[in-house]
């Protein structure tokens, strides 16, 4: 069974920058598509980066385009997120997900989730 774990989340002023990591288990992740999602109090969950199986092909929100980048280390089973120039509106749980098929910003795409990790942006 495959397992999710986020981590790097934290507080940052803004214009900062925070790393977030999505560590799996259980499985090999080298056959998933993996997404980074956020979800602040009140708002739905939302689509932020996804990256194919082979990492070959990236797709971001658009807010986030240019700020973010994702990748992925398959021998270390893990995908990062690096967030730059981060804003106050970036403040939300952001999540990692998995799907056996292909990367998506669609929340309904994927099968397997972390829990979470909080990144909180303010001065």
């Known amino acids: 069974q495959l397992q999710l774990v986020e981590s790097g989340g934290g507080l940052v002023q803004p214009g900062g920058s925070l790393r977030l990591s999505c560590a799996a288990s259980?499985?090999?992740?080298?056959?998933?598509?993996i997404g980074w999602f956020r979800q602040a109090p009140g708002n739905r969950r939302e689509g932020v980066a996804c990256i194919s199986s082979n990492g070959g092909s990236t797709d971001y929100a658009d807010d986030v385009k240019g700020r973010f980048t994702i990748s992925r280390d398959n021998a270390k089973n893990t995908v990062y997120l690096q967030m730059n120039d981060l804003k106050p509106e970036d403040t939300s749980i952001y999540y990692c997900?998995?799907?056996?098929?292909?990367?998506?910003?669609?929340?309904?795409?994927?099968?397997?989730w972390g829990q979470g990790t909080q990144v909180t942006v303010s001065s």
């Open positions: 997900a998995a799907n056996e098929f292909m990367e998506s910003l669609n929340i309904f795409q994927y099968d397997y």
């Open positions: 259980g499985v090999s992740l080298d056959y998933y598509a």
